[in-house]
Nanobody, 126 residues
Framework: QVQLVESGGGMVQAGDSLRLSCAASGRTFSNYVMGWFRQAPGKEREFVAAISWSGGSTDYADSVKGRFTISRDNAKNVVYLQMNSLKPEDTAVYYC???????????????????WGQGAQVIVSS
């Protein structure tokens, strides 16, 4: 399994920005599909964004399109989630996930991934 460690969470006001980082172990990070999910209190975990192994393909949940950007640095084994124009409804624990193979389908499903981070809390106040 891959070890994933998120950082960058915090408490901000509506309209502010945050950048989450996820550092991954392993020497084959450039083969991993990476995803971000979130879970708000009392709600099910939901897909936020995904990025292919090369970074050439990305996808987003409709609720974050135009506000969030996923990116990766394969030289540093890190994936990022830049979150702009944050809204109170973005409040959640954000999880980084990895699939350790080059597959670009069903990436919006949690079952697609085989490793998960511990989560980073993001709180957006109005």
């Amino acid at each position: 399994q891959v070890q994933l460690v998120e950082s960058g969470g915090g408490m901000v006001q509506a309209g502010d920005s945050l950048r989450l980082s996820c550092a991954a172990s392993g020497r084959t990070f450039s083969n991993y599909v990476m995803g971000w999910f979130r879970q708000a209190p009392g709600k099910e975990r939901e897909f936020v964004a995904a990025i292919s192994w090369s970074g050439g393909s990305t996808d987003y949940a409709d609720s974050v399109k135009g506000r969030f950007t996923i990116s990766r640095d394969n030289a540093k084994n890190v994936v990022y989630l830049q979150m702009n124009s944050l809204k109170p409804e973005d409040t959640a624990v954000y999880y980084c996930a990895a699939r350790t193979s080059r597959s670009w389908y069903l990436y919006n499903r949690g079952s697609f991934y085989d490793s998960w981070g511990q989560g980073a809390q993001v709180i957006v106040s109005s």
